[in-house]
T-cell receptor, first 117, second 115 residues
Framework: GAVVSQHPSRVICKSGTSVKIECRSLDFQATTMFWYRQFPKQSLMLMATSNEGSKATYEQGVEKDKFLINHASLTLSTLTVTSAHPEDSSFYIC?????????????FGSGTRLTVV | AQSVTQPDIHITVSEGASLELRCNYSYGATPYLFWYVQSPGQGLQLLLKYFSGDTLVQGIKGFEAEFKRSQSSFNLRKPSVHWSDAAEYFCAVVLYGGSQGNLIFGKGTKLSVKP
């Protein structure tokens, strides 16, 4: 239980284009989702927290206009990288907080490798 | 500021040997504690978690962790390492009742297993 599906797993896009990454909770309702960025051989850096039906909260230094987050339903959050540039190439991972109960915790998507050429 | 420290960046152990990965946290109160494992190019898989109660927690894949309040530590252990355990391990905490409730990660420990 408590599975999060993230798509696509890999994407290559041209510089200046936009890319959308989807994160779906399959068997629970995710009122809160988190988006992380991970550079090679480094830990996860929290980019933003999204709550269903409200605006995302971005961490300091993360450009809101570049990384658009939408959490329109209890099972879907999306991250859109707008006007992508090579420096946006990275590994992006979503996470959802599992509601309280025995399964309480945080479950992660399998990640998206973004390469901007 | 709250922080999570994993002092070992890279550890190499022989297959069949025991393993201990260290994790210390800096919080005023006892947070919720987690250990995750990440294989290359993959997301994170939960190994185990501690909220309260018995300070020795059993997880998946034969892993266990012990919470020691006096040392602000939550070290991960495995009595006999398998080659498939080679991966990156992350300790993470969340402050109970925190407004954002996001996980705070350590920098990770890369585990290599030699035959």
């Amino acid at each position: 239980g408590a599975v999060v599906s993230q798509h696509p797993s890999r994407v290559i896009c041209k510089s200046g284009t936009s890319v959308k990454i989807e994160c779906r909770s399959l068997d629970f309702q995710a009122t809160t989702m988190f988006w992380y960025r991970q550079f090679p051989k480094q830990s996860l850096m929290l980019m933003a927290t999204s709550n269903e039906g409200s605006k995302a909260t971005y961490e300091q230094g993360v450009e809101k206009d570049k990384f658009l987050i939408n959490h329109a339903s209890l099972t879907l959050s999306t991250l859109t990288v707008t006007s992508a540039h090579p420096e946006d190439s990275s590994f992006y991972i979503c996470s959802a907080r599992v509601p309280r109960g025995t399964a309480y915790g945080y479950t992660f998507g399998s990640g998206t490798r973004l390469t901007v050429v | 500021a709250q922080s999570v420290t994993q002092p070992d960046i890279h550890i190499t152990v022989s297959e069949g040997a025991s393993l201990e990965l260290r994790c210390n946290y800096s919080y005023g109160a006892t947070p919720y504690l987690f250990w995750y494992v990440q294989s290359p190019g993959q997301g994170l898989q939960l190994l185990l978690k501690y909220f309260s109660g018995d300070t020795l927690v059993q997880g998946i894949k034969g892993f266990e962790a012990e919470f020691k309040r006096s040392q602000s530590s939550f070290n991960l252990r495995k009595p006999s390492v398998h080659w498939s355990d080679a991966a990156e391990y992350f300790c993470a905490v969340v402050l109970y009742g925190g407004s954002q409730g996001n996980l705070i990660f350590g920098k990770g420990t890369k585990l290599s297993v030699k035959p």
